[in-house]
């Protein structure tokens, strides 16, 4: 059954750790429950020990949805990748969790707030092929272990356009799924229900979030960084943006993974509660018309 979690970026930012600092866990955890979410993704401010993470989700009735992880396939064959990823998988396997968010980033720039997106890494053609080899074999690995790799294309990474996402998928095998995330491939150039429509077989997890489209404007014509971007209010929440989630899902029939509610916000400007609410509210009644969930 499709559930809708969410991802506590938009109380506690991971890659800008000031951005919600000085929130407790346990608030951003009630807050979501409050909500009506049913599941977590992990940050940095969670337990990474499964006993522990358990005894922090349980009182607020949240399940574990996933977690990020950061690979370094450019720099390490899938061997090597496989034992730095133990740990990571071994926790999601013991909290339940089918699916794995993976993306590459040992030559990302995400995270540098000097560097512009005009920076951001590229591969050439003949690349493809043994990247998508790698990212495959550790996808045929963790399914084996009952997890499936859901590839994350995100702004400042080298997956990030359109052509990027369908180059890679040709690139990778089967086993490799798609996380479909509807903010990074608006503001990467491509429309998310035409992804959505092209790689639906193999799409595994949904990030959803929305772009001001006057701030994706101002951050081309500046060549911001994403960070810089980010704290200037490129995302929201569901329903607050421009991307029309009701025809993403429609391309979606039959979904029955996690919807994830995300939105890097800076959480001074944009109250974490007040836009959960908003976004989840959104998400629901686009859920209900689309016939993918009961209306709450």
């Not at 909290?95 to 951001?120: K, Y």
């Not at 009952?146 to 996402?165: C, F, K, P, W």
């Not at 001001?212 to 404007?217: E, N, S």
């Not at 209010?233 to 025809?247: L, N, R």
Request: charged content about 25%; proline content about 5%.
């Amino acid at each position: 059954m499709l559930r809708i979690g969410a991802n506590p970026i938009g109380w506690s930012n991971d890659d800008m750790r000031e951005l919600g600092g000085e929130t407790p866990l346990e608030t951003c955890l009630a807050e979501a429950a409050s909500v009506g979410i049913e599941g977590m993704e992990l940050g940095h401010k969670f337990p990474r020990e499964a006993g522990a993470l358990k005894a922090a989700l349980a009182p607020f009735g949240l399940a574990c949805v996933s977690g990020w992880y950061s690979s370094e396939l450019f720099l390490r064959d899938p061997a090597a990748e496989m034992a730095a990823l133990r740990p990571h998988l071994d926790l999601l396997k013991a909290m339940g969790c089918d699916v794995l968010v993976f993306a590459e980033t040992s030559n990302a720039i995400h995270g540098d707030r000097t560097m512009p997106l005009s920076r951001r890494p590229h591969l050439a053609a003949n690349d493809w092929a043994e990247f998508g080899r790698r990212v495959t074999a550790v996808a045929e690995a963790t399914r084996a272990e009952g997890v499936r790799l859901a590839y994350h294309h995100h702004m400042g990474t080298v997956v990030q356009s359109e052509a990027d996402i369908d180059a890679f998928m040709a690139a990778t095998g089967e086993a490799v799924a798609l996380l479909l995330d509807t903010g990074h491939a608006t503001w990467g150039g491509a429309d998310p229900a035409k992804l959505a429509r092209r790689h639906r077989s193999r799409i595994a997890h949904v990030h959803t979030k929305d772009v001001r489209p006057a701030v994706m404007a101002r951050a081309a014509a500046e060549d911001m960084s994403f960070l810089d971007a980010v704290v200037d209010g490129v995302y929201t929440v569901p329903g607050d943006g421009s991307i029309d989630f009701e025809a993403v899902f429609r391309e979606l029939p039959g979904y029955d993974g996690w919807v994830v509610i995300e939105a890097e916000q800076d959480p001074a400007k944009a109250n974490p509660l007040e836009y959960a609410h908003k976004g989840w509210a959104h998400l629901v009644s686009v859920l209900a018309k689309t016939g993918l969930r009961p209306a709450a």
